[in-house]
């Protein structure tokens, strides 16, 4: 399973960003696709979750109503569509896969800077 992240960058904040993650290895039947984020000296924070067979989404109190995670299965990607940005968004945001009955996410991909200035 390979993760590629892509579309980070430099906003201000209260604008807007989408960033994609393109998978690839395998089908994803049946996995749960995710967005992470972590500043340095921090714990990693879940962000947003979708299953690839139905497109159930989850997301942490921190982004809801603010982020949108979607997924392509023709493209095999994983998108999050960021508003409202705030400066305390600003993170590296990692992709990640896990597998149908996995307890955790166990594929990742390499991560993309965030940054929210004021």
């Known amino acids: 399973v390979q993760l590629q992240a892509s579309g980070g960058g430099l906003v201000q904040a209260g604008g807007s960003l989408t960033i994609s993650c393109s998978a690839s290895?395998?089908?994803?039947?049946?996995?749960?696709m995710g967005w992470f984020r972590q500043v340095p000296g921090k714990e990693r924070e879940e962000v947003a979750t979708?299953?690839?067979?139905?497109?159930?989404?989850h997301y942490s109190d921190s982004v809801k109503g603010r982020f949108t995670i979607s997924r392509d299965k023709a493209k095999s990607t994983v998108s999050l569509q960021m508003n409202s940005l705030k400066p305390e968004d600003t993170a590296v945001y990692y992709c990640?896969?896990?597998?149908?009955?996995?307890?955790?996410?166990?594929?990742w991909g390499q991560g993309t800077q965030v940054t929210v200035s004021s």
């Open positions: 979708i299953t690839w067979n139905w497109g159930t989404t």
């Open positions: 290895g395998r089908t994803f039947t049946n996995w749960n």
């Open positions: 990640a896969a896990r597998a149908g009955g996995a307890r955790q996410f166990g594929y």
